[in-house]
């Protein structure tokens, strides 16, 4: 059977994920044989959804970050152009 944190985690991605009305992950979960309330998924959402963003946001960062160093394909092909601490500069003597 369902764990209470799946059912929470499940309803909550759907409401996000779809741009659904409350209701509708209550519906969807009553068809899999689990009574929710509509009034429950909105507690959940407002409980869940800024932790659940909170984690999202920085894998969205360490993968913007990790996409963007050299050996990802954004290497400078000039030898005047270096790259430190994360960020590409300019270095007028190498030139």
């Known amino acids: 059977m369902f764990k209470v944190a799946e059912i929470i985690l499940v309803c909550v991605r759907w409401y996000c994920k779809y741009g659904i009305t409350y209701r509708d992950p209550a519906e969807m979960m009553q068809e899999r044989g689990v009574d929710v309330d509509a009034s429950t998924i909105f507690r ?52």
Do not use: I
């Open 44 to 95: 959940w959402v407002q409980c869940y959804v800024p932790e659940l963003e909170k984690r999202v946001r920085w894998y969205q960062e360490y993968r913007s970050r990790t996409t963007h160093r050299p050996g990802y394909g954004h290497r400078p092909a000039r030898s005047d152009v270096t790259e430190f601490s994360g960020v590409w500069a300019y270095n007028p003597r190498t030139g």
